[in-house]
């Protein structure tokens, strides 16, 4: 290991801010002494059950040829959902879910008070103050009485091998608030998991040949070199989830998302401050796809949901991932038996109310609309159904299917059956259809009253 500089490490690491708080207690009290720590620390292994088997290729079929960069201005939540129902109707639907959610606010309706609502606009905020300046980092100075390095101090930056680089990065996302991280190399053809266009501002995500990554007005450019994408997952309250589809389940989803972004902001900060470029799009998911990246990554298997699995944490995680040019070894896929499951299972497509999800048993190469980018053999989504829902019941999440999932019961006096649960599905399948019947809790619709008196874990996981 190489640190190209005169000062201690110690004093590296509090220029890198990795030091974790000296009081005690949270988060940030894990505390590091060098960059060697780091990387032999428990949370830098990618240590797999032996369930789990990490494969050459996902689970789920690719066919590159087939795939292109997609424009994520046609996503629901940007133009997607004006161009598939007609301009007129969705200006007609967005009347009436603001009409409901008034309405629902003033008459006090269960599961969508004042209070329900304030919680999602509270578990927003990080996020929505950092996406307008996320692409390039927030390059936030630290006075010398915090860092302990003197202003205008030089140093040459971090060296170390792809392995031991990914075990750092890995140990320090953990550190900052991620729940699993992997790593995917941009080549010819996981570049098409980049978008064409941001659909949050408009511009268009460029890659060129060029040392320093830099943004225009018109656009937002990823050197060449910068090809390795660090993913990461974020978990939701399983016990705000279940009250899905009332507020309190955006309110988990709205959390995951800030938290999604301090993990952004962190990483960026440390990177940038080893020496090297780390990119992002706010956390928003408008850089790229971020439950193919994920899938790539080995983080969870593609599902019915046409979204990201985890075989721990089923789909109660959000994805979310940053661009570097620091070397990086990439993971490898996992098969969990998930996909396989889902071939059975259905549950999500027989509860969704608004008929989104596919009831087919076998995946397939057909996309259902301009919001799907085709490529994959999967069970695409009819997202209209989806987001016309969200209007009707006031303009938020529903979320029924994820708290439906069975990889998503995670209750503690059933645990260990389900962790032996998920080591047979994941080895012997023929008993999928036995294990899919014997769900019987619906996983949704819980009392959200009963939520706000129930002495809640930190972040309600």
């Keep these: 290991m190489k640190y190209h500089s005169s000062q201690s490490k110690r004093g590296f690491m509090k220029k890198l801010w990795l030091e974790g708080d000296t009081h005690g207690g949270g988060p940030g009290s894990t505390r590091y002494r060098d960059l060697d720590e780091v990387k032999a620390s428990k949370a830098a292994e990618r240590k797999l059950p032996w369930w789990i088997r990490e494969v050459d290729k996902p689970t789920v079929e690719i066919d590159w040829g087939r795939m292109k960069r997609f424009d994520s201005s046609n996503i629901m939540f940007v133009n997607g959902f004006s161009e598939a129902v007609g301009p007129d109707n969705a200006m007609k639907l967005g009347k009436q879910s603001a009409e409901k959610a008034t309405k629902s606010i003033i008459e006090n309706e269960l599961g969508y008070t004042l209070r329900e609502k304030a919680l999602v606009a509270g578990g ?56 699993s991280v992997g790593v995917v190399e941009l080549d010819e053809n996981t570049r098409k998991l980049i978008y064409e266009f941001d659909g949050w501002d408009g511009r268009k995500w460029e890659f060129e040949d060029v040392d320093r990554a830099y943004e225009t007005k018109k656009n937002k450019v990823i050197p060449y070199k910068a090809k390795w994408v660090i993913v990461y997952t974020i978990r939701m309250s399983p016990l705000s989830m279940a009250t899905a589809p009332a507020a309190l389940a955006t309110a988990a989803s709205s959390l995951a998302y800030s938290q999604g972004t301090s993990v952004q902001l962190r990483l960026q900060q440390f990177i940038n401050r080893l020496g090297y470029q780390c990119l992002a799009d706010g956390n928003m998911g408008t850089m790229g796809n971020s439950p193919g990246f994920g899938v790539l990554a080995g983080l969870g298997e593609l599902s019915r949901l046409n979204r990201m699995i985890s075989p721990y944490w089923g789909p109660l995680v959000r994805v979310y991932k940053v661009v570097t040019d620091l070397p990086l070894a990439p993971t490898r896929p996992i098969d969990a038996g998930i996909f396989r499951f889902c071939r059975t299972c259905k549950k999500c497509a027989e509860v969704c109310p608004s008929n989104a999800l596919s009831i087919e048993t076998e995946p397939s190469w057909e996309v259902q609309g301009p919001w799907n980018n085709p490529g994959v053999k999967t069970y695409y989504e009819k997202a209209p159904n989806c987001f016309s829902h969200w209007l009707r019941i006031g303009g938020h999440d529903c979320g029924i299917c994820l708290a439906a999932c ?36 619906s996983g949704y619709g819980r009392n959200p009253e009963t939520w706000w008196d129930s002495d809640l874990p930190t972040y309600g996981i």
């Design 406 to 441: 069975p990889f998503s019961k995670l209750d503690k006096s059933f645990i260990h059956i389900h962790n032996l649960i998920r080591q047979i599905l994941s080895t012997t399948p023929v008993f999928n259809g036995m294990f899919r019947k014997l769900d019987g809790d």
């Design 124 to 179: 927003w905020l990080t996020s929505l103050l950092t996406t307008e300046h996320a692409f390039l980092g927030p390059e936030i100075p630290i006075p010398f009485t915090m860092s302990g390095i003197p202003d205008g101090f030089d140093y040459h930056r971090y060296e170390g091998t792809p392995e031991e680089n990914t075990r750092m990065v890995r140990a320090a996302a953990k550190l900052y608030g991620a729940d």
